[in-house]
């Protein structure tokens, strides 16, 4: 079965840098295009990156110049380098595949900014 773990959320003040990890496991990630989403209290999920199997990365407006999303297919991982945090940035992260995959959603991980 396929499961997807994140990990890396914390709180942290406007301004700072964090690092999210997202591990697969049940399959390998190397032929799938691969994304982060994020639920912001009150909202809708929202897509904020995603990266193809050959590593084209695409980006949300509102993250742009301030995320950074990579992949490791050796280790069916996942990353999303976030920088520059501002409080709208708070919200539940996710990873899944693009487009998702709703059976594979998974509890993702905090992020707090405070301001």
């Known amino acids: 079965q396929v499961q997807l773990v994140e990990s890396g959320g914390d709180s942290v003040q406007a301004g700072g840098s964090l690092s999210l990890s997202c591990v697969v496991s049940?399959?390998?990630?190397?032929?799938?295009?691969m994304a982060w989403y994020r639920q912001r209290p009150g909202k809708e999920r929202e897509w904020v990156a995603r990266?193809?199997?050959?590593?084209?990365?695409y980006y949300a407006d509102f993250v742009e110049g301030r995320f950074s999303i990579s992949r490791d297919n050796a280790k069916d991982t996942v990353g999303l380098q976030m920088s520059r945090l501002e409080p709208e940035d708070t919200a539940v992260y996710y990873c899944?595949?693009?487009?998702?995959?709703?059976?594979?959603w998974g509890q993702g991980t905090q992020v707090t900014v405070s301001s």
């Open positions: 899944n595949q693009y487009p998702p995959w709703s059976s594979y």
């Open positions: 990266i193809s199997s050959g590593r084209n990365t």
């Open positions: 049940g399959s390998g990630i190397s032929g799938i295009h």
